[in-house]
Nanobody
Framework: QVQLVESGGGLVEAGGSLRLSCAASGKIYSIYGMGWYRQAPGKQRELVGDIRSGGHPDYADSAKGRFGITRDNAKNTVDLQMNSLKPEDTAVYYC???????????????WGQGTQVTVSS
């Protein structure tokens, strides 16, 4: 069983910062990509950014220059630092991880429970 647990959401004024954290635990053999999606009310879930093991993060255009993704492979964590937040960043943020639970197991995508980020104008 694999779990992804998120923390760090909340309410912030426009221009402020928030840091989200996500920790994967359980039967983990290896983790490939990790990252974050978000879903605003009435909209489809969209990719914020992701990072491969040992690679550099990639970001959606809306996140470039404002958000930063970092990963700790030893702790199986991925963080999302969000700066210069805007009201349009308001959404539920979900972390994800591409995980193998065994050497002969297929890679599956696991999701966190979601954390609300609200940016007031």
């Amino acid at each position: 069983q694999v779990q992804l647990v998120e923390s760090g959401g909340g309410l912030v004024e426009a221009g402020g910062s928030l840091r989200l954290s996500c920790a994967a635990s359980g039967k983990i053999y290896s983790i490939y990509g990790m990252g974050w999606y978000r879903q605003a009310p009435g909209k489809q879930r969209e990719l914020v950014g992701d990072i491969r093991s040992g690679g550099h993060p990639d970001y959606a255009d809306s996140a470039k220059g404002r958000f930063g993704i970092t990963r700790d492979n030893a702790k199986n964590t991925v963080d999302l630092q969000m700066n210069s937040l805007k009201p349009e960043d308001t959404a539920v943020y979900y972390c994800f991880a591409e995980i193998n639970t065994g050497w002969d197991s297929p890679t599956s995508v696991y999701w966190g429970q979601g954390t609300q980020v609200t940016v007031s104008s």
